[in-house]
């Protein structure tokens, strides 16, 4: 490979010499044993032979330029056949529970003695951080509790009582029972609108929520889990 200085290099200025019969039948070989090499098979296939003896792509009868360049352009489809998720879910919220519970502000983190007294978030929800949010934006709103004789109990956390059911309020998620925040920033439009800086945020009932998708994180919303 090496440095190229700008604008052609006098060796192309003239075009690529002509192949030589010897040249011409190794190349051809090469070429061969590169498409059916497991290289190739990182692109699918989708190659084109040519490509590597002519033009600026690699001097004639040049083997090794014309191996440098197929490894080069299947490590595009390597990678993104190996890459990682970028919405790989996690559950520890690196919170411990070694003297007390896990924190309120936590969400609902579970203690794991098993795993060295760690707050962890609970299957279906992931750790941002330091909080615990639903997964792909599933939340449960239905807590299970009843206020068909009574009202909603306070432990259940922020409910409406709809149609005898207790409901959490909006901005948040029920998970065994109770209501944690979620897309609430905690924020009120009760007289004035909510604040551009809390980002994408919709008034609720006197609430500033975060639209579909986002999530709450110190007031703030962002892109969920």
């Not at 019969?21 to 059916?36: C, I, N, Y």
């Not at 998620?173 to 209501?179: I, M, P």
Request: hydrophobic share 30%.
């Amino acid at each position: 490979f090496g440095s190229r200085s700008d604008g052609p290099h006098p060796l192309h200025s003239r075009g690529p010499p002509p192949l030589l019969p010897q040249q011409m039948a190794r190349t051809a070989a090469f070429l061969v044993a590169l498409l059916l090499s497991p290289v190739a098979s990182e692109l699918g296939g989708d190659l084109d032979a040519s490509a590597f003896a002519a033009g600026d792509e690699c001097a004639a009868g040049d083997s090794s330029c014309a191996l440098n360049a197929l490894q080069l352009k299947a490590r595009p489809a390597a990678l993104a056949n190996h890459s990682v998720p970028l919405n790989t879910c996690q559950q520890d919220t690196f919170g411990t529970c070694t003297v007390s519970s896990c924190s309120a502000s936590r969400g609902p983190a579970e203690c794991w003695t098993s795993k060295g007294f760690k707050c962890l978030c609970p299957e279906g929800w992931c750790a941002i951080n330091g909080a615990c949010f639903p997964a792909g934006n599933q939340c449960a709103s239905d807590t299970g509790g009843s206020c068909t004789m009574l009202g909603c109990s306070s432990k259940r956390g922020p409910t409406d009582c709809v149609s005898g059911k207790c409901v959490c309020q909006a901005g948040h998620c029920a998970y065994k029972g109770t209501c944690y925040p979620v897309s609430d920033t905690g924020g009120s439009c009760r007289i004035l609108g909510c604040s551009r800086t809390r980002g994408p945020v919709k008034c609720v009932a006197g609430r500033c929520i975060c639209t579909s998708g986002a999530v709450a994180i110190s007031g703030m919303c962002q892109h969920g889990p």
